[in-house]
Structures are given as C-alpha cells and as structure tokens.
C-alpha cells in the first residue's frame, strides 16, 4: 500500500482522469475525497471505492474550501491534493471564442488552483508534515497545438504557478509538481479535436505521439501515484509530460 495513512482531495474525480486517480490512491490505501461539479458521478466513484464524495464548483473558493474541510473532517487531515477538474473551449479561430467562455476556462483551469492553495496550505502548513500538490495541466501548455489558444494559454499559467509555488513552499517540505498529458479518451476529447472523434480525424492527432495512442486514465493515475508517495519526496517543481513521446 503505497499511500496507507494518507488522505487526499482529488477534484474532477467523477469521471476521466480524475476517477482514475481517485480509485488508484483509494486502491493504494488512500482515504479520498472525491469531489466533482456533478454530484451524482462524484456519489457513484465514491461508493464504488469507499471515499467521501463532495459536490462542488473548482471555480469557487466557497466549495474548495468545503472540500478540504471535508477531507480534515472527515479523515482528520490531509496530504495530498490533485487538482485535477478543468475544462476547454471548443478548438476553432481564437477570435472565435467568447468573453463567457474565456472566463469559464480561466476560472476553472487557473483560478481553481488559487483557490485550492488558500485552502489547503494553511492546513498542510499547520500539519507539520509537509505534503504533495498535484496539478494536472497538458502538452498544450509545453507544445500548444493551433486552435486552442486560450485554454493553452491557462495550462502555460498552470505549469508557471507549479515551479513558483513549488519553490515558495519547499521550506514547508510541501511539494508542487504538475503532470502533462497529452490528449486522451476523456470527456473533452471531441472538444479538443473541434470535430467528430471519427477515425481519421484521431489518427491525425495520433500522429503527432511517437508511441501511438492517447493517453489513459491509468497512464496519468500511476503518474500521480508517483508524485503522491514518499518515494518521490525529493522531486518538487517538476512539469512531467505524459505523453507518449509527444513533446520530446
């Protein structure tokens, strides 16, 4: 049991990648709050591995503050956080993207993770024991693709606030590292495309991954194992692409 005594909020862990980080921990030992702006999915991961679910906006410093207390409550502190929820606009023009939209992108991808440091970091600083932040940005933050500038732009912001907070936080032996994915099979998958996942539209994205395939809920999951665990307690600031190649 790779993460026994540890407790952990993963956010957008009703479906895709973050159900798949939430059932790895859970499986590893973990106590998890899964927490997801569709409290139903949040329910249904939750029950199926034994968590605590919490219905919540990652957008809204209210409900990141409900989950972290949730998970001190509830299992009596915390030491993981994977901020995991984020969202995208559809990829086309960027002149194409509206106001409303760009706002919602920005707030749930950028903002959620001021929100969540306000949060969690008094806590994990008054614990003692230091901790392990996780957020899950993208390639598209490293190698951004055309057609996605704005929700490229919000994963360059996520991988800057990494490094920055990982070195503002290192005398708290709290560690910050981001994960990198490339596209995967997930709910946003056709949103990323701009069109129907048909199979030529995916083999021209497959194209572009030396290994050939999408990334997995399983592939990002082991990843944060990794960077959830003691094993890794010297690595902190670290941009980790899971990708297949994509980015080298």
């Known amino acids: 049991m790779r993460l026994q005594g540890k407790v952990a909020v993963v956010t957008g862990a009703g479906g895709g990648f973050g159900e798949g980080i939430a059932r790895l921990f859970a499986a590893q030992g973990a ?36 989950m972290v207390d949730a998970a001190v409550k509830a299992h009596g502190g915390l030491d993981i956080v994977v901020n995991n929820a984020g969202t ?7 002149l194409g993207v509206d106001e409303a939209t760009f706002d919602r992108v920005y707030a749930v991808n950028v903002k959620s ?22 957020n899950i940005s993208s390639t598209a933050g490293i190698r951004p693709r055309p057609g996605l500038v704005w929700y490229n732009g919000t994963k360059g912001a996520v991988n800057t606030m990494t490094q920055c907070m990982a070195i503002e936080l290192a005398p ?8 990198c994915p490339v596209l995967g099979a997930t709910g946003l998958t056709e949103l990323f495309m701009g069109q129907p996942n048909s199979p030529e539209v995916q083999q021209r994205f497959l194209s572009s991954i030396p290994l050939g395939r999408m990334s997995t809920p399983a592939d990002i999951a082991n990843a944060c ?11 902190t600031g670290v941009l980790l692409p899971v990708d297949g190649g994509r980015v080298a």
Do not use: C
């Open 225 to 235: 194992l990794w960077l959830a665990e003691d094993s890794s307690s010297f690595i």
């Open 31 to 66: 106590k998890v709050v899964v927490a997801d702006l569709d409290g139903d999915a949040a329910a249904r991961v939750a029950g199926e591995i034994g968590a605590t679910p919490l219905q919540g906006d990652v957008s809204q410093g209210a409900d990141v503050q409900a």
């Open 172 to 179: 708290d032996n709290i560690r910050v590292n981001a994960i």
């Open 113 to 134: 993770i001021y929100w969540m440091a306000q949060s969690a970091v008094p806590v994990l600083r008054a614990q003692g024991r230091g901790g392990s932040i996780i």
């Open 88 to 94: 995208t606009h559809r990829n086309q023009p960027m």
